[in-house]
């Protein structure tokens, strides 16, 4: 914990954004902020001016950025930021004009297509143009059901020059999975492709399409893009058109409609694993200027940057990639599994396109490293400078794997936030050494702290993270919600103050260490035990290929309960039960030990990936699961049902 995996030398910390930005800050306000520390306390003291140096110094294009930076600052919710400025997002995307590249785009099957800034420009200027034709106008809903590709880019920003609103769902959602989400926003026009490709699979979209528009009829418009095939049959689709066949061809160029800083911009959801999911808006200006922060302030992102986030467009890092145009760099998609053809396709694509930024999930490092794939030896990842990881906590072996398999030299940035907040409440710094284990800072102008149950900052103890004053990129609400539903979510366990639901704590060395989702702890004998701690002890046997682990109600207490599914070729045999009950003991404390310790086939998650322990915990005592749609593999729920072990002690 003590000794650090990684230090950045001088001349990268001396070359940092972050570097710049504090020099200027010390220069214009005859300052002597020495390091990050003393930035980010600044920044939290002084919210307006931070925010307000951030919008100049990402260069925020703009028809008035106005003089008032925040109304009503002591309310949360209820404080305005940048009241009087009016811009556009999709503006500050394609500031940028010339023949660098802009997007590239790489699918399963080896596609690959690359467009420069200039184009990306004209093939926006063209969709906008049809989408105004069409009747789209500022604060309707245009819909994505699609991969990642260089299409549902531009569709999104002619979506945001026009003023109107953005929502995708990635193809993997079924029909209920859709109409959870798009039922509640009642789009004006739906963009899909006819199909996509996952796991050596072609999977036809345009059917569940059909069935989608049976339900909403509100869809005036369905854009359908090749993607699978050059021309497909769309003669079943109501109001269904080719993309080349809706595009405006003679449009060149875009009318930015410019929108308060509070305009909406994405609706996003939430996991829809408790119910349907909440529609969470978020704001044009909050958006940008967060991810500005987070782009160039804290992964350093400059224009020769090439940045990729393995991602789908059904999770809010697809939203926080595409930000990178801003900053004039080059964005990577991928469309496809992560392991298939081969289990190191990504790495291939990381050296064949000279990726720096590398963003992924703690589940697909963990993944890696479980099946042996050492990059390192394999890939030249010279131009490699940052690795991200996001979903879930990234656990001590991994931080080692990534330094002992992947490369030595790199910033390995553990980010954590939300959809809940389009961006990270705690992110990398470049100019921080890294620790096993811990998420490298608090994001700059995020004021985060750990509360006890009593509302009470803690040091060295474990509590709720909460944020104590407003911030940019907070929601603007929820779709067709009076606020209450709002106030539940985040503002119900502390007044005035976000509560966002993950129980962590603040290291000796100012970072952070989630423990996992605060709903998910762990009570056995009043002891509060965060999952991720026992996800890091069974990590490290080897024939283990992940876990899920839940509270189980037992005699007036709560014990743990711990499943298991293996590696191919391997068992829960005695003997490794005994290694992973020893592993647990010796690394936490007797109260982490499992009570029962149950092989599996499968563990559930949500299509984002993420395990969902709440769902496990609900069938194990009996509980009805109220959204199954929200699971990639919900089949998965009937292997806990009626267990017998969980019935004897």
């Known amino acids: 914990m003590n000794s650090a995996l990684w230090q950045p030398d001088n001349t990268r910390i001396d070359n940092a954004n972050l570097t710049k930005f504090t020099r200027l800050i010390n220069q214009k306000y005859r300052l002597d902020l020495t390091d990050y520390t003393s930035l980010y306390q600044w920044s939290i003291d002084n919210p307006e001016t931070f925010w307000s140096e951030m919008w100049d110094f990402g260069d925020i294009r703009s028809e008035k950025k106005g003089t008032e930076v925040l109304q009503d600052a002591d309310k949360m919710p209820g404080a305005r930021w940048f009241p009087d400025s009016k811009l556009n997002y999709a503006e500050n995307l394609l500031k940028f004009r010339d023949d660098r590249t802009a997007l590239v785009f790489r699918g399963e099957k080896d596609q690959r297509e690359a467009i420069s800034y200039k184009e990306l420009y004209n093939r926006v200027a063209q969709l906008a143009s049809a989408l105004k034709k069409t009747g789209v106008q500022k604060g309707d809903r245009v819909a994505g059901f ?316 474990k509590g709720e993270l909460v944020c104590t004053h407003p911030f940019p990129s907070m929601p603007i609400g929820f779709w067709n919600d009076d606020g209450a539903k709002y106030h539940n979510a985040y503002f119900d366990s502390f007044d005035n103050i976000w509560a966002h639901g993950d129980y962590a704590e603040i290291t000796e060395h100012d970072g952070l260490i989630i423990h996992g989702r605060s709903d998910a702890v762990l009570n056995p004998g009043g002891v509060r035990i965060g999952t991720a701690e026992i996800y890091r002890q069974v990590e490290k046997v080897d024939q283990v290929m992940e876990s899920l682990c839940i509270g189980q109600q037992w005699k007036d207490d709560v014990r743990v309960i711990l499943f298991i599914r293996m590696k191919e070729g391997f068992e829960l045999t005695p003997e490794v039960e005994k290694e992973i009950r020893d592993t647990i003991r010796a690394n936490t404390t007797p109260r982490h030990v499992p009570a029962k310790v149950i092989s599996v086939t499968d563990i559930p998650r949500t299509i984002s990936g993420k395990i969902v322990e709440l769902a496990v915990r609900n069938v194990i005592h009996n509980r009805p699961v109220k959204n199954t749609d929200a699971l990639a593999n919900p089949e998965a729920l009937e292997l806990y049902k009626d267990l017998p072990q969980l019935q004897e002690d």
């Open 146 to 461: 699609v991969p990642n590709c260089n299409e549902t880019v531009i569709a999104m920003l002619a979506t945001a020059s026009l003023g109107a609103v953005w929502s995708s769902c990635s193809p993997d959602f079924g029909i209920n999975g859709v109409l959870d989400r798009f039922g509640q926003i009642k789009p004006k026009v739906l963009f899909t492709t006819d199909g996509y490709y996952y796991s050596k699979k072609t999977l036809n979209n345009l059917e569940r399409v059909e069935g989608i528009l049976e339900q909403l009829p509100e869809i005036e418009t369905v854009v359908v893009i090749p993607f699978t095939a050059p021309q497909p049959d769309i003669s079943a689709i109501r109001g269904g058109i080719l993309l080349q066949d809706f595009t405006d061809t003679s449009a060149t160029e875009i009318t930015f409609e410019q929108v308060n800083f509070d305009h909406p911009l994405y609706i996003m959801y939430s996991s829809g694993t408790t119910g349907v999911p909440k529609c969470i808006v978020h704001s044009v200006g909050g958006t940008l200027i967060q991810h500005l922060k987070e782009h160039i302030l804290q992964t350093d992102v400059n224009r020769d940057d090439v940045l990729f986030y393995y991602t789908t467009c059904g999770w809010m890092m697809w939203n926080w990639l595409i930000s990178g145009l801003a900053t004039g760099c080059t964005i990577v998609l991928y469309d496809g599994s992560p392991f298939h053809p081969r289990p190191a396709i990504l790495w291939n694509i990381a050296e064949e396109e000279k990726i720096s930024i590398f963003g992924t999930s703690a589940k697909y490092i963990a993944a890696l490293e479980k099946v042996g794939v050492k990059p390192r030896e394999t890939h030249n990842l010279e131009n490699l400078k940052a690795v991200l990881s996001t979903g879930s906590p990234l656990s001590h072996e991994s931080f080692e794997y990534v330094y002992r398999d992947i490369k030595q030299d790199l910033c390995l940035s553990s980010i954590s936030g939300g959809t809940d907040i389009i961006s990270c409440f705690a992110l990398g710094c470049p100019t921080r050494p890294v620790y096993a284990g811990e998420l490298q800072c608090r994001g700059l102008g995020m004021a985060v702290d750990i509360f006890d149950d009593d509302g009470k900052p803690v040091r060295g103890d």
